[in-house]
């Protein structure tokens, strides 16, 4: 149990990194808004891609350390330390007080089929970064920003293979943190709670563009810049993701507190001193 719990808590610093990253690139795009022509930028970084390949990793790690404590009490042929095959072990062997329980917190967890196991479609984004290329040679969006007005931006997700790494990242801390806490709780306290109560208390400031396409007459273009061929192209999407754009303002130290107050968050410093807040 501690072996899970310890992979777990890995996984959450992964996390924590990569908000942390979100919120330092943040900050380097808005310190180079001091050039009124700068509209876009674009940030090719490769320790994002590391962190966010070392969740993936040590995400299914903390799932595999779950299976085999669990899979453990129903003998040596139900044994298996492979999550994937969690479901199925648990089914074939002798039922008792925790099968059902077990069985129900797994169907709530298919959101890690195609990401740390196989979906219907063999898709599994953990084996393809540990045994065939490192996730950043398949990055089809870079992190970018595009400045919408004087004070608000967009911010569009890194792509890699179809996965937007920080919408990955936020989903991952609530999915696994329900998945193997409800599990051990079903061996400890008895106590479990449903996916909602596992939300990070971060925010997830990027945009997955792909889920503001739109083909209709009425919509927004949107510049993308594409470091591989070096050139920028322009994707149609619906004005709703403009409801997803983030105010910024900047503000001395001393006013901070009353930033706070009015609901704004503090992100960093800025290279003038300066302190970035947004909303």
């Keep these: 149990m501690n072996g899970c719990l310890v992979k777990l808590e890995t996984s959450i610093l992964e996390i924590h990194r990569l908000s942390h990253h979100q919120n330092q690139l943040l900050i380097l795009a808005v310190n180079n808004f001091v050039n009124p022509d700068v509209r876009d930028q674009v940030f090719q970084d490769s320790e994002i891609s590391s962190d966010f390949e070392s969740l993936l990793l040590q995400s299914r790690a903390a799932l595999d350390r779950l299976t085999n404590f669990i899979t453990r009490r129903y003998g040596k042929g139900s044994h298996t330390d492979r999550f994937s095959k969690l479901r199925n ?5 002798k039922r008792d007080d925790k099968t059902d329980p077990i069985l129900n917190i797994l ?27 490192s996730i950043s040679e398949k990055l089809e969006t870079y992190y970018q920003m595009h400045r919408l ?19 990955t990242a936020y989903e991952m801390g609530e999915n696994l943190s329900y ?15 449903d ?47 403009v409801k997803n754009a983030i105010s910024f303002t900047t503000t001395l130290l001393k006013q901070v507190k009353d930033f706070r107050e009015s609901g704004w968050t503090e992100i960093g410093k800025l290279s003038n001193g300066r302190i970035l807040m947004v909303s």
Excluded: C
Aim: hydrophobic letters at 40%.
């Design 179 to 193: 998945v193997i806490l409800n599990m051990l709780a079903l061996f400890t306290t008895g106590q479990t709670f």
């Design 89 to 93: 072990s648990v089914q074939n062997s």
């Design 107 to 133: 169907d709530n967890a298919r959101w890690f089929e195609g990401r740390l196991i196989e979906d219907t479609l063999q898709v599994n984004l953990r084996t393809f970064v540990a045994h065939k290329q």
């Design 195 to 241: 996916p909602a109560s596992y939300s990070p208390n971060w925010k997830n400031r990027s945009v997955v563009l792909s889920d503001f396409q739109d083909i209709s007459s009425d919509r927004l273009t949107i510049p993308v810049i594409k470091l591989t061929f070096r050139f920028s192209i322009y994707r149609y999407g619906s004005k709703e993701i």
């Design 149 to 167: 007005s004087e004070d608000k931006v967009l911010l569009y997700d890194m792509i890699s293979k179809g996965f937007p790494f920080f919408k």
